[in-house]
């Protein structure tokens, strides 16, 4: 019996167009509706749909139906990590419009990458937490010390895995902008999570940047020494 993975068949998924343009639009880890996901690959919806139908046969999309609307999200987090690592060693493409300048200096300054938070601030999030020995490394992981339970415990955040999930706790994730490590698995889901619940992080319109909040600059500075630079985000 042959055991080894369909790597082509994935690939061939991935590598259409239009398809990838899908796929990394649902990188910010939001359900999105297919009428959404047919204008950001530049396609008609019967086109859109075609691809989405291939993208959750593949096992790369999952659907649910909300009244008359379908929408789509990633199916795991280890399809979003894989996109990402296509995206660490893919060659930037160039960038023709002040429009198109903006929205990758936001997306590299901070964004959601799947469900955890990327970016310049991402990263510098991730380094504070290993300065202040909340967290160290451990081969591709992180591990969560005494310290670091009791801070994030007293910040809000889930600090325990769900007892059936596979999902690794804390995965170093390499961030395709920064080419550093930052947090991610389900703790970086977790503290992402209380982010924009403390409202310390937004959303920006049409895409997954995020942008820090007055209060989220306060408070990532006490919690955990990060400084936002005064305009260094687009707000």
């Known amino acids: ?31 999105l509706p297919a009428s959404e996901l047919a204008r950001s690959a530049r396609v008609t919806p019967q086109t859109a749909s075609t691809h989405l139908a291939k993208l959750v046969e593949g096992g790369l999309l999952i659907s649910e139906s909300h009244g ?23 060659t930037p493409k160039p960038v023709r419009s002040l429009r198109e300048s903006d929205q990758l200096r936001a997306m590299r300054f901070a964004r959601t990458c799947y469900d955890h938070l990327a970016g310049e601030i ?47 706790f804390a995965r170093q994730c390499l961030d395709w902008s920064e080419r550093r490590h930052h947090l991610a698995g389900s703790l970086g889901a977790s503290l992402t999570k ?25 408070g990532l500075f006490t919690e955990f020494g990060l400084q936002i630079e005064d305009g260094k985000q687009l707000l």
């Open 194 to 218: 209380r982010l924009f619940e403390l409202g310390w992080i937004e959303r920006l319109p049409g895409g997954r940047a995020v942008r820090i909040t007055s209060d989220g600059a306060a």
């Open 68 to 90: 008359r609307h379908r929408y789509y999200r990633l199916a795991s987090a280890e399809v979003a990590h894989a996109l990402e690592a296509l995206l660490t060693i893919a």
């Open 122 to 168: 991402g990263v510098a999030l991730t380094q504070k937490m290993i300065e202040q020995q909340l967290i160290e490394t451990s081969g591709q992981d992180y591990v969560l010390n005494e310290a670091g339970k009791q801070k994030l415990l007293a910040l809000g955040v889930e600090i325990e895995g769900k007892p059936k999930s596979k999902r690794r």
């Open 1 to 31: 019996m042959n055991t080894s993975p369909n790597i082509v068949e994935i690939a061939s998924l991935i590598g259409e167009p239009s398809r990838v343009s899908i796929l990394v639009s649902l990188l910010g880890g939001k359900a």
